[in-house]
T-cell receptor
Framework: DAGVIQSPRHEVTEMGQEVTLRCKPI?????LFWYRQTMMRGLELLIY????????DSGMPEDRFSAKMPNASFSTLKIQPSEPRDSAVYFC??????????????FGPGTRLLVL | SQQGEEDPQALSIQEGENATMNCSYK?????LQWYRQNSGRGLVHLIL?????REKHSGRLRVTLDTSKKSSSLLITASRAADTASYFC??????????FGTGTRLQVFP
């Protein structure tokens, strides 16, 4: 299996621009997680889906952030408009939720976002 | 949901030495996982220990779990420079999401 795939790997944009991050989970996994990692705040869970349905978006910092999962093999995280404080590494992870939320998660390589 | 707290925050050792990291948590769990993150990369799952297990091994890794003390330890034996990374614990409960702590930064000098 190719593992979790994220694109782009690097993104540099200017403040105010729209940014779209993409994720393809591992085939057969039914849960998907978006994280953000910074030196100051560590690894933060933004939102997670189960069977393509958002379960908990309480970690989404503000309305400028939105996430979708139109099917089992694709998810997007959109920031509009972007701000310099959104600069971070964004990770997508997937898991197979058989018994609960504590199943092993498989992380993608991350998207390094820099907003100027 | 609960976050594990790793200790120490940073650890520096020489190649060949053993590295021990600890994790504490506050409420009951179904399992506890350890992950590794190399600089600039995503987290990689190392090992999962269930609440009814006390010790588990995987290669040079040994994990213990003491549910009465709500703590776990990760031991890396005969460390290598390639073990340099951040290590995170994640106490898991089937009914709630995983929360990652700030991790232990391990530096192994050749």
């Amino acid at each position: 299996d190719a593992g979790v795939i994220q694109s782009p790997r690097h993104e540099v944009t200017e403040m105010g621009q729209e940014v779209t991050l993409r994720c393809k989970p591992i085939s057969g996994h039914n849960s998907l997680f978006w994280y953000r990692q910074t030196m100051m705040r560590g690894l933060e869970l933004l939102i997670y889906f189960n069977n393509n349905v958002p379960i908990d978006d309480s970690g989404m910092p503000e309305d400028r952030f939105s996430a979708k999962m139109p099917n089992a093999s694709f998810s997007t995280l959109k920031i509009q408009p972007s701000e310099p404080r959104d600069s971070a590494v964004y990770f997508c992870a997937s898991s197979r939720r058989d018994r609960g939320w504590s199943e092993t998660q498989y992380f993608g390589p991350g998207t390094r976002l820099l907003v100027l | 949901s609960q976050q594990g707290e790793e200790d120490p925050q940073a650890l520096s050792i020489q190649e060949g030495e053993n590295a021990t990291m600890n994790c504490s948590y506050k409420t009951s769990i179904n399992n506890l996982q350890w992950y590794r993150q190399n600089s600039g990369r995503g987290l990689v799952h190392l090992i999962l220990i269930r609440s009814n297990e006390r010790e588990k091994h995987s290669g040079r890794l040994r994990v213990t779990l003491d549910t009465s003390k709500k703590s776990s330890s990760l031991l890396i034996t005969a460390s290598r420079a390639a073990d340099t990374a951040s290590y995170f614990c994640a106490p898991g409960k089937d009914t709630d999401k995983l929360i990652f702590g700030t991790g232990t930064r391990l530096q192994v000098f050749p």
